[in-house]
């Protein structure tokens, strides 16, 4: 018997024990999975990085912690970790982010505002270009960007990515490093942020690089707050430069109320919703690893500490 110690807000407990539970059963792993078990005995530590656990010195004999989120950077510079860290790469979580960007990527690709929003009645005819004919570029690519890249192609789109590795995506212009960003930011007709929180990732968009994109792109950024100099964003809004933003993340959260976000006009704020594990497919992903680790096979979905990601 194995015990799993699960570290995250109470609340999550009431959507995750049952999947959990029913995860382990068709694996076949018997268990003790509970809330509170004394640090000592813990064999595995399900974990969401706001959870009360930031110490992880006590748990001498845990072999790795599994990360709920897909999102490490609040818990890849925690001192005390020693053990491995997994992160989450969930079925349910991907399909949801490749649908959310699918969606804003479409709206503006057609223009939709311009209709739906329209107090003055104006008759304004105007055919968008066809998909092949614009130009998605989606800054990380990773489980989640190449599954975005993936839903987009499907539709048509010319989609280009960026890496810090390089990578051959069938159908995707792929760049990377540091030439590779200017080059593949002066394409982007609209840039999709997917690159997770790191000391490298930090203001990636800043004032340089949003000059380099095309006059009057767009951004969507799914990925994490800090991507993005919100000065220089806001900065580049304001001269037409980019001509509109949707931000799902940001560097505070909740936005702060007096955030210039919320109010201006060519912003569209979501609150952190852009994708979500979902319990049943993540408790899978989360057992698998758990198999893995008791039959010393490699865990999936590692973190390497010293990238960040
Ligand atoms: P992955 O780790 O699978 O992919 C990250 C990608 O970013 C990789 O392609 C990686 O390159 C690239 N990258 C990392 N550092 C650099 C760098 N310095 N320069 C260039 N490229 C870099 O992560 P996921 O795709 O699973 O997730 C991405 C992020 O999405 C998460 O970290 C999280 O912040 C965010 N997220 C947001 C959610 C939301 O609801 N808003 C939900 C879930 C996740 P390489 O391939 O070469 O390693
Ligand atoms: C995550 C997120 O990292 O929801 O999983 O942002």
């Not at 109470?10 to 694996?27: C, H, M, N, Q, S």
């Not at 064999?43 to 599994?66: C, E, H, M």
Request: aromatic fraction near 6%.
């Amino acid at each position: 018997m194995i015990n799993i110690l699960f570290a995250a807000r109470p609340e999550r407990w009431d959507t995750y024990e049952a999947p959990l539970r029913r995860a382990l059963e068709a694996a076949g792993i018997s268990a003790h999975l509970a809330q509170d078990i004394a640090p000592d005995k813990v064999d595995y530590i399900v974990y969401a990085p706001n959870s009360d656990l930031q110490d992880f010195t006590p748990y001498t004999r845990a072999k790795a912690v599994l990360n709920l989120w897909a999102g490490v950077e609040q818990i890849t510079g925690n001192k005390t970790l020693k053990i491995p860290l997994a992160r989450m790469v969930d079925h349910g979580l991907t399909t949801g982010m490749a649908e959310w960007v699918t969606g804003h990527v479409m709206r503006y690709h057609l223009g939709m505002d311009r209709h739906i929003v329209n107090p003055e009645h104006a008759w304004t005819p105007h055919t968008p270009p066809l998909a092949a004919e614009r130009e998605v570029v989606i800054l990380g690519l990773g489980a989640l960007g190449t599954a975005c890249a993936d839903m987009l192609l499907a539709l048509g789109f010319s989609v280009a990515g960026w890496s810090r590795s390089p990578k051959d995506v069938a159908g995707v212009t792929c760049f990377h490093g540091a030439d590779g960003l200017s080059q593949a930011l002066a394409r982007a007709e609209i840039a999709v942020t997917l690159l997770p929180d790191t000391p490298a990732t930090t203001n990636i968009l800043n004032a340089e690089a949003l000059a380099q994109m095309p006059r009057g792109a767009f951004i969507i950024n799914p990925g994490r707050g800090p991507l993005i100099d919100d000065a220089a964003l806001i900065e580049a809004l304001d001269a037409g430069q980019i001509a509109h933003a949707t931000l799902d993340v940001f560097r505070s959260e909740p936005l702060p109320q007096d955030s210039p976000y919320w109010s201006h006009p060519q912003v569209t704020v979501t609150p952190h919703i852009a994708a979500e594990t979902r319990a049943s497919t993540a408790s899978e992903v989360i057992v698998e690893n758990i198999r893995r680790g008791e039959a010393g096979e490699p865990l999936l979905n590692l973190v390497d500490r010293d990238l960040g990601y």
